[in-house]
């Protein structure tokens, strides 16, 4: 038999060994089934070169008398005559044979004669021989008869017992490493491991069987979801079918019961579903623990020993009893307060219950999508549209349900396939009808990315919900949100205001709540800074250049297990590090946030715009100008901040080349601004403007001050500063707007503005201010930028050497650089790159985002291929 290399079992590995040296003597190795009782005297006999007699006993009621013996002896044994005389006759063989070891496999197997010949042997244990039994106590009524074994041996020969356990999680990890070929597993895969075998390593074995992955890399959604679909091992199954053979038909039932319910559940519930009670049910469930099938995770609640177990056992349940137990199990489940909709709609569904399932399966998404857990909810949701046989107005409920769920747990485009689908199933005007278009318009503008399409579906729902006027507000107040559409404020403020008088001073209920969230977006589009909550409040106030009051909510807003929430949060952290010039491990924490950004296209446009200038900075030109150029491909209909900002970084590093259109799109934006009056976050569009020096420009600067100091948005405050700078040529100026932006904490468009101050200074034989703006750039990580100040000095007359570091690589890898990306590629953490290189987190951070920059990869699953080994 081959065996996977034995981790985890340094110190039995040890005892044992120490144990077979020390002939004569008798070792009793113990276990469940699938610990590894074999494997371990495996590893022992590859070392120990005597001569090995091996038998095993096996679970048959027709094994005849000595049959373990027989095997491991090879040779004739005397079956006829007294019992001593045949007893006496093995000892003599195994005297006969030299230093050896008798090792006789599941002796909870063992027949009455056998186990009564081994006690025979221990107790006249012959010089060089040294006895081994391996046995699972809880298969077996002779455990007692079993360890008197060690209780027979005669003086001067040593008893040891090793006693096996279930690997603990560094030992899981270790095997399934070495089973998978790479050096380590990540730590989400080690606990879903842990829980479908219960860290048996015959159970691991078997469940990685033909599991292969990529060179170097781990996927882990990816393999949890292949073993999560995988049968359960035959192996397994056989191994379990036979343990459940010899236990009492009510244990079998009490056992079947608990594959059933899928989930710990209480001795009352376990019977219900087994139909027994009294002393019958607590019999049942003490065999089923006594026998290592059920073990109790928590107090008073009993579930199979892991997944794999349960999978295997009810996979041996016949189809009808099935279905029977799914019944019990729901109606069991319904009498348990408060009743869990989720497992009573799965119970039923898989029952035969149809129409349960579905009153069942809506509450449970109800339940979901209450408490948070929206993937859940959308996932009963979409399981139900899929009964086409549902009467229209059922299925448009659903679909408008599926709406809010999905946005609020990340787009699938699936869930907008399904609500188009139901929606063209009726061309009938009705409330039904217009609550599924605002679901649908809202997922398709505020998540999908197609703003266009979401405004139509919302215009449309307004039209049909007449007779429920708070959607109705829901719809018009997403609207009236300046940042999305093409509409003028006039017109947007109108919609904002029909939406607040169709819900009064109500503020119970979700509409209403949608209505006023709204209602403080649109405030903080023209800078007015509203008290609200949440995300959406923190990304707007980022914009204005409230830094410190976006950081504290999203620092309340932090603790959220909802992963669009977080990567929300990662994505306005970006734009905030960007401007503060926290750049320090910034490419690699926007390129983890695009990632978990799947099927979010306004996410990724977001996180692009601070990666494209992030990489404009460092001197990356071409680089940040393909991301900010598909920045612009994303948000033709907004969201215009974004848009607008994307269109100023292109234009101020424009080339003489693409000026035309730069300016171009630098035009087509500011009739946007105007637009929508959006002056409070379009800052940097007016700088870069202003730079013709003409009349337009002057014109421009005047009404974008006027504006300005009608707003509470200070980075564009101290844009006016800036851009009045560049109009007066001040060199004082450029100072004051300098300080401005230190003082709210844009620490990079601050250097931005000395910049401004350094190169006037310099027009006037002053380089010092420059070179202090190039020092702080490099410092900063804008090495571009600190290029383009240096080639000015230069072009001055001033002679500046290039700043002296460690040799650059242009785009090759630096060694160091290869050395993280190597280790990286082979599924290492980065904090487990640290400790093997000595380095900080941070430092490991930084060499890996340049090496992902350098090889134009955005995940560094992406390395291996391109990483030689």
């Known amino acids: 038999m081959t065996f996977a290399k034995l981790v985890g079992r340094d110190q039995e590995l040890r005892v044992l060994r120490t144990a077979v040296r020390a002939a004569p003597g008798v070792v009793l190795v113990v276990g469940e089934a699938g610990v590894g009782k074999s494997r371990l005297v495996s590893e022992v006999q590859e070392s120990h070169s005597v001569r090995w007699l091996t038998g095993q006993c096996r679970p048959v009621e027709d094994q005849l008398p000595l049959s373990p013996v027989i095997e491991a002896l090879s040779e004739p044994v005397l079956r006829s005559g007294s019992r001593h005389a045949v007893f006496t006759s093995v000892l003599d063989q195994l005297a006969g044979t030299g230093p050896a070891v008798l090792l006789i496999e599941d002796l909870h197997w063992a027949d009455p004669a056998t186990l009564q010949l081994l006690r025979f042997v221990a107790g ?46 560094t030992g899981v990890q270790d095997l399934a490493a070495g089973l998978l070929g790479v050096k380590s597993l990540p730590p989400s895969l080690t606990a879903a491991l842990i829980e479908r075998t219960g860290g048996l390593p015959f159970v691991i074995e078997e469940l990685l069987r033909g599991v292969s992955i990529g060179k170097g890399t781990i996927d882990t959604s990816a393999i949890v979801r292949a073993l999560a679909d995988k049968p359960a091992p035959v192996a ?47 019999t049942a469930l003490d065999t089923g623990i006594a026998r290592g099938l059920l073990g109790e995770p928590k107090p008073g609640l009993y579930d199979l020993r892991h997944t794999l177990a349960r999978r295997a056992i009810y996979e041996t349940i016949p189809p009808d009893e099935v279905r029977r137990l799914h019944r019990r199990s729901a109606t069991a489940l ?215 009051r976006s950081t504290a909510l999203l620092d309340r807003a932090a603790e959220t297990e909802n992963p669009l929430t977080r990567t929300e949060i990662a994505a306005t952290r970006a734009r905030l590090d960007f401007a503060a010039g926290n750049w320090e491990g910034l490419a690699d924490r926007v390129a983890r946030a695009w990632r978990e950004a799947a099927d979010l296209p306004l996410l990724r446009a977001e996180l692009d715009l601070v990666n494209g200038r992030l990489r404009l900075a460092q001197g990356d030109v071409a680089g940040g100008k393909e991301l900010l150029e598909s920045v612009l491909v994303a948000t033709v209909d907004g969201p215009w901040p974004i848009r607008v900002a994307a269109t100023a970084a292109l234009a101020r590093y424009a080339d003489p080349t693409g000026t035309a259109s730069a300016l171009a799109s630098v035009e087509e934006c500011l009739a946007m601004v105007m637009r929508k009056d959006g002056w409070a976050w379009a800052g940097e569009l007016i700088a870069v403007a202003v730079g013709r020096r003409d009349d337009a420009a002057d014109r421009l600067a005047s009404e974008f001050a006027a504006a300005v100091a009608k707003r509470d948005a200070p980075a564009a405050a101290a844009a006016a500063s800036l851009v009045r700078a560049l109009t007066e040529d001040s060199v004082e100026l450029f100072g004051d707007a300098a300080e401005q932006f230190r003082v709210i904490g844009r620490r990079y468009v601050e250097y931005v503005a000395r910049e401004g101050r350094g190169l006037r200074l ?50 090759a890898l630096s060694p160091r650089e290869l050395e993280v990306a190597r280790l990286a590629a082979e599924g290492l953490t980065n904090s487990r790159i640290a400790a093997t290189l000595t380095l900080s987190v941070s430092t490991v951070e930084d060499h890996l985002s340049h090496a992902m920059r350098k090889l134009k990869v955005r995940s560094r699953h992406d390395l291996a291929p391109l990483i030689k080994p």
């Not at 500046?800 to 690589?809: A, Q, T």
Request: hydrophobic share 45%.
């Open 334 to 548: 319904a009498a348990v307060e408060p009743p869990d909709h989720a497992q009573i709609a799965e119970h039923s569904r898989l029952g035969g219950s149809l129409r349960d399932w579905m009153i069942h399966a809506e509450l449970a998404a109800d339940q979901c999508y209450t408490r948070g857990d929206h993937a859940a909810a959308a996932a009963q949701l979409t399981e139900m549209l899929r009964i086409e046989a549902l009467p229209w107005s059922d299925r448009a409920r659903l679909a408008a349900k599926l709406g809010p769920a999905t946005a609020a747990g990340g787009v699938g485009m699936d869930a907008v396939a399904t609500m188009k689908a139901v929606l063209a199933e009726s061309t009938v005007a009705s409330p039904v009808r217009g609550r599924l278009r605002l679901a649908l318009g809202l997922l398709l503008q505020e998540r999908a990315g197609e703003i266009s399409a979401g405004r139509r579906e919302l215009l449309a729902a307004v039209g049909e919900l007449g007779e429920d006027p708070e959607s109705a507000a829901w719809a018009l107040s997403a609207l009236a949100v300046p940042t999305a559409g093409t509409e003028p404020i006039a017109e947007q403020r109108d919609w904002l205001e029909r939406a607040l008088l169709l819900v009064g001073d109500d503020t119970e209920g979700e509409a209403q709540a949608a209505v006023r969230r709204n209602q403080a977006r649109f405030r903080l589009a023209l800078g007015e800074v509203d008290e609200a909550e949440g995300v959406e409040i923190a990304s707007g106030l980022a914009w204005l250049g409230h830094d410190r």
């Open 236 to 282: 397994v199954r056989a191994s379990l079918t036979i343990r459940l053979q010899q236990i009492p038909d009510h244990c079998r039932e009490m056992i079947r019961a608990a594959a059933v319910l899928d989930a710990p559940a209480s001795e009352a519930l376990l019977g219900a579903v087994a139909d027994m009670s009294g002393s019958q049910r607590l």
């Open 124 to 169: 006249r244990l012959p010089r060089d021989l040294v006895l081994i039994g391996t046995y699972r106590e809880e298969d077996t009524q002779l455990a007692g008869e079993i360890t008197a074994l060690a209780g027979c041996v005669p003086a001067g020969a040593r008893a040891t017992e090793v006693r096996l356990r279930p690997l603990k999680r």
């Open 762 to 811: 310099l027009a006037d034989g002053l380089p010092d201010e420059l070179l202090s703006v190039a020092n702080t750039y490099e410092a900063m990580g804008a090495r571009g930028d600190a290029r383009r100040c240096r080639e000015a000095l230069r072009g001055a007359g001033i002679a500046v050497s290039p700043k002296r570091g460690r040799r650059g690589y242009g785009n």
